[in-house]
């Protein structure tokens, strides 16, 4: 018998409904079911989104679980509340605009089945944009546990949108922090510390939205002074150097600036389809391949297109 599991999303009022439909979709069509959705509405929502949890929750009122914050507060904060009201140790991190691969449950489950000591499990992902078909590059991230701790002084060794974790080493961890746009990364570093076992899949399990708003995001003085604060926020906990943390605030420095154009250019052909290189995972080039093939197998399914039966 599989253990329950619990899926996790923060939900705030600028949401596009048609994403965050396609979203839930893809929750219900995968092939082992979680146990139980729980949605934090991070502050009031639109009556769309309202809509879309309403029709969930007549299809299927025996998982959805709503956490209503009166103010919104960001996405560390949410999280942290959403974590505290999951039900089961194991818990899957999802976003509202993006679409999981129709197994991605399932996968994780057999690998959490195998290996009782694993506290954290993420895998690569494939960003798209408008269409799943239409795939903008691959981001992909070190497997091993040695390899994670490493790679994680200079960026995040997880797709945060990909990882299942167990609630007791999250919760061991201290939870998620307020640190926008770095929240993620700021609880790997202390789960890492806490002691937890690290692993992800070479497999993309999870279609990922980017293009220009995202780039627009990560550009401008404000981002970087919340990256700034952030990895402020992880050289405190004594994971990274001096030297990790003034060398990653140059090439920010750098890239922020850019414009959006060539910022989107550096995110897709350099710092992403040059890839991770895995020692115990083969070449790029082999790699690259795995992910055509995987493309080749699911292009043609009527349930991996976004709003087609989800």
């Not at 979709?25 to 949890?53: C, H, M, N, W, Y």
């Not at 910022?263 to 790029?284: A, C, D, E, N, P």
Request: aromatic content about 10%.
């Amino acid at each position: 018998m599989r253990a329950g599991f619990s899926v996790l999303i923060s939900l705030y009022i600028r949401e596009k409904p048609e994403y965050f439909m396609q979203c839930m979709k893809s929750i219900f069509a995968q092939t082992v079911l979680p146990s139980e959705i729980v949605i934090v509405k991070d502050g009031p929502i639109t009556e769309r989104l309202e809509a879309i949890i309403e029709s969930a929750r007549k299809k299927y009122p025996e998982l959805i679980k709503t956490v209503c914050l009166p103010q919104n507060q960001g996405l560390g904060p949410a999280l942290a509340e959403g974590i505290r009201h999951c039900s089961y140790e194991l818990i899957a991190r999802m976003d509202t605009d993006d679409i999981a691969r129709r197994d991605r449950f399932e996968r994780q489950l057999e690998e959490f089945s195998r290996d009782e000591e694993l506290d954290i499990l993420g895998s690569c992902i494939i960003e798209f944009s408008g269409s799943v078909k239409n795939t903008v590059s691959v981001r992909r991230v070190p497997l091993t546990h040695e390899e994670i701790v490493k790679y994680q002084k200079q960026r995040s060794a997880f797709n945060h949108v990909t990882v299942m974790y167990k609630k007791s080493a999250v919760l061991r961890a201290g939870n998620y922090q307020n640190a926008p746009f770095m929240e993620d990364g700021l609880l790997w570093i202390r789960m890492i510390q806490s002691g937890a076992k690290c692993r992800n899949l070479e497999d993309c399990l999870v279609y990922v939205r980017t293009g220009y708003e995202m780039m627009e995001r990560r550009g401008g003085s404000d981002y970087f002074r919340k990256y700034r604060a952030g990895r402020r926020k992880m050289l405190e906990t004594g994971y990274i150097s001096r030297w990790d943390y003034y060398k990653t605030l140059w090439v920010q420095a750098v890239v922020t600036t850019l414009p959006n154009r060539l910022r989107m250019v550096v995110f897709t052909k350099l710092l992403r389809q040059t890839g991770y290189r895995s020692r115990t995972s083969g070449s790029v080039a082999g790699r690259r391949q795995g992910v055509r093939s995987h493309r080749r197998k699911t292009a043609g399914s009527p349930k991996m297109r976004p709003g087609n039966g989800r």
